[in-house]
């Protein structure tokens, strides 16, 4: 298992690298000057020149690649234009936040959406089937700004049953910080119920068909423990490798609910970088949110080996 | 739970199938159609058919493992231990599925669920049915599973379908479905999807525990050889009918239907080597294609226009029976002379 995880490591180096030539290469030819940027109205050729020397953006390109590679290496990924704070420490302030954010819409997600598919395959072909189908494909096709400020109007100015936006650390009053998130982490969810549901429902069908589920009711078994147990353990296996993809999707894709919700989150993070023309701190995001894909992404492939006692065995 | 368990009646069949049809939602004709068998305690009745005539739906039926919302039950007279079985009773069917009545099916690759031990996965079928604790049915799961000749079971309890061959597993299924003593057991071709020398080895053990507990066998099967072997009776299946039945010996020594007829001939007799049951010409009609009448008659050589009416049963003593408008045998020869 372990050697398992170290090649899958391994293997993930050069797709890092990959990304990393990517990004850097990509912040190169965008066009827009960032020292013209910062260097305010005047433009003072001294301030210019200064500018250049200190972010090193006279050396050949490749030298500033492997500078900004050797330096992201040690956890160092160069300074913010505009604020003038290390770009992790922007990123670790800003990152738990979409985190929880995205935990909590994934709970959403997954409460929903794996009960609901459940029920629609083993009610396949009835009305329950036919509500939540139609139930999921309303869920995947509201967008969620709509739905968001729907919820805002409804649960925030006409009943005043929670805050419209705002964030509170989990840190500092946890029960405080998950009631604050409810909203946004719920809009966030129900796209993702919906696609989880789908696939639930369709791993489901062909697990029910599958001979042992047969053989499980040959034994005399409830059909909640044949479902439940004999059917649904077997389903697992994408349900949970897709939820992993999807966490990590989540985490990218808040940027909109976050804006909605006011939520000082990662997603305000790229707003303000990709606007300001803050490219260390545009590089650091992209970056971060590519490893993390890759981090999902293994775990995916770990939980995947990990459900199968097949694979388990050999691993 | 223990009430639910039937005490086999002495006098009466484990089960008695007096009148079983159904169809399929959506076809206009039945599958089955008229069904009629029974088997005692300690006997084996063979089921032999072409594929697709039907043998397994009426076994799935009768164990209540077709989905209700698929099927349409027309009749269903069966009894079961002497006591009335309704097949649309799910709740009773299922306190007698793996505890008095038990199956095994065609593919042992997949019939055992891959995520769990086997051990567990046959503890859980004493569980079901006792209040036996997971020690309990642990022990219970060992002494079975050296009961159908694994050996070490101490030790293969831990191991996963995957880690086990064909035959090996085809044994994990027969413990499993034994494991709570049946009055009856349904072996679905159980040795068709194994090696040949395997086959051997699994109908030997199902006779050999069949002798121990005394349980009643329905054995589908393709292969005559085998009925040969172990048959106390055969119903010969047709298109979901019966089209004859009888004890083994009638069979193979004095078919009286054209089908069956068809099927011995190149058969010796009780002996002689194994055939499959493709001997007779054309196939099987589909429910869409089904004739009115005799359900054979689009094959059979001795078919007139009488045929295109549903056939009399006849019965030539001793139980042995058959559908068929020109049975005894002696009429239709004279006939087609
Ligand atoms: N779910 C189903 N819906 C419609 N027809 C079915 C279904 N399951 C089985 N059948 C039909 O029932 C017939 C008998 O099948 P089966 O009992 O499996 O035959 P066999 O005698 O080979 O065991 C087949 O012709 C098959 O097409
Ligand atoms: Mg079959």
């Given at each position: 298992m372990l050697s398992f995880i170290l090649r899958r490591i391994l293997i993930a180096i050069p797709t890092i690298l990959l990304i990393s030539v990517f990004v850097f290469s990509l912040q190169k030819l965008l066009p827009g000057d960032p020292v013209l940027a910062m260097a305010g109205e005047e433009r003072d050729p001294e301030v210019i020149a200064f500018l250049r020397e200190k972010y090193r953006l006279n050396d050949p390109i490749p030298v500033q690649y492997a500078h900004w590679v050797g330096n992201a290496v040690r956890g160092d990924l160069g300074m913010s234009l505009r604020t003038n704070q290390p770009v992790l420490e922007l990123i670790g302030e800003k990152l738990p936040v979409t985190i929880q954010l995205a935990t909590m819409a994934m709970i959403f997600a997954m409460g929903i959406g794996i009960p609901a598919g459940i029920l629609s395959a083993v009610r396949k072909g009835t009305v329950t089937d036919y509500v939540a189908n139609v139930v999921a494909l309303s869920g995947l096709s509201i967008p969620n700004f709509w739905l968001g400020i729907m919820l805002i109007l409804l649960v925030s100015v006409k009943w005043q049953l929670l805050p419209a936006s705002g964030y509170v650390p989990f840190a500092d009053d946890?029960?405080?910080?998950?009631?604050?998130?409810?909203?946004p982490a719920f809009v966030l969810g129900t796209a993702l119920a919906a696609t989880l549901m789908r696939h639930t429902r369709s791993a489901m069908l062909t697990v029910l068909t599958s001979d042992y589920v047969r053989t499980a009711r040959a034994k005399g078994l409830s059909e909640r423990r044949v479902i439940l147990k004999h059917a649904f353990r077997n389903a697992l296996t994408p349900i949970v490798t897709l939820s992993a993809l999807l966490f990590g999707e989540l985490i990218a894709g808040a940027v909109l609910t976050e804006?909605?919700?006011?939520?000082?989150?990662?997603?305000?993070?790229?707003?303000?970088?990709?606007?300001?023309?803050?490219?260390?701190v545009v590089q650091g995001i992209v970056l971060v949110t590519a490893v993390?894909?890759?981090?999902?992404?293994?775990?995916?492939?770990?939980?995947?080996?990990?459900l199968n006692p097949r694979l388990r065995s050999q691993t | 739970m223990v009430e639910t368990l039937v005490e086999p009646d002495a006098a009466a069949p484990v089960l008695d199938v007096r009148d079983l049809s159904l169809r399929f939602r959506g076809f206009d004709r039945d599958l089955l159609s008229g069904l009629r068998y029974s088997v005692r305690?300690?006997?084996?009745?063979?089921?032999?058919?072409?594929?697709?005539?039907?043998?397994?739906?009426?076994?799935?039926?009768?164990?209540?493992l077709l989905p209700p919302t698929a099927v349409e039950i027309g009749a269903a007279d069966v009894r079961f231990c002497g006591e009335p079985l309704d097949l649309g009773d799910q709740a009773r069917l299922r306190s007698l599925r793996g505890a008095s009545m038990a199956m095994i099916f065609q593919e042992p690759m997949t019939s055992l669920n891959p995520a769990f031990r086997i051990g567990d996965q046959i503890a859980e079928a004493v569980m079901a049915h006792s209040g036996a604790t997971p020690a309990e049915a642990?022990?219970?799961?060992?002494?079975?599973?050296?009961?159908?000749?694994?050996?070490?079971?101490?030790?293969?309890?831990?191991?996963?379908?995957?880690?086990?061959?064909?035959?090996?597993?085809?044994?994990?299924?027969?413990?499993?479905?034994?494991?709570?003593?049946?009055?009856?057991?349904?072996?679905?071709?159980?040795?068709?999807?194994?090696?040949?020398?395997?086959?051997?080895?699994?109908?030997?053990?199902?006779?050999?525990?069949?002798?121990?507990t005394g349980m009643a066998t329905i054995m589908i099967t393709h292969d005559l050889g085998v009925v040969a072997e172990i048959a106390t009776d055969v119903a010969v299946m047709y298109a979901g009918t019966i089209v004859e039945a009888g004890p083994v010996e009638r069979i193979f020594n004095d078919p009286q239907h054209p089908y069956t007829i068809g099927l011995m001939s190149s058969v010796p007799r009780l002996s002689g080597p194994r055939q499959r049951l493709t001997t007779v010409p054309g196939t099987v009609p589909t429910?869409?294609?089904?004739?009115?009448?005799?359900?054979?008659?689009?094959r059979c050589p001795f078919a007139r226009p009488v045929c295109a009416t549903d056939p009399p049963e006849r019965e030539f003593g001793a139980g042995h029976r058959a559908l068929c408008h020109f049975a005894p045998l002696e009429t239709m020869l004279e006939r087609s002379a």
């Open positions: 946890p029960w405080r910080s998950v009631q604050v998130m409810l909203m804006q909605i919700f006011t939520i000082p989150g990662f997603g305000k993070l790229v707003v303000d970088a990709v606007f300001n023309r803050d490219y260390a993390g894909f890759i981090v999902m992404n293994l775990l995916a492939d770990v939980a995947y080996v990990l | 305690s300690g006997e084996t009745l063979c089921i032999v058919g072409e594929s697709g005539c039907g043998k397994s739906v009426a076994s799935l039926a009768l164990m209540g642990r022990e219970r799961a060992v002494a079975m599973l050296r009961k159908v000749g694994i050996p070490a079971p101490e030790e293969r309890l831990n191991e996963y379908p995957h880690q086990l061959s064909g035959g090996m597993r085809q044994r994990v299924m027969i413990a499993m479905a034994l494991v709570n003593d049946p009055a009856l057991l349904i072996a679905d071709e159980p040795t068709t999807a194994l090696d040949v020398t395997i086959q051997a080895q699994i109908l030997d053990l199902i006779r050999d525990l069949q002798a121990e429910p869409q294609t089904m004739p009115d009448g005799c359900r054979f008659s689009t």
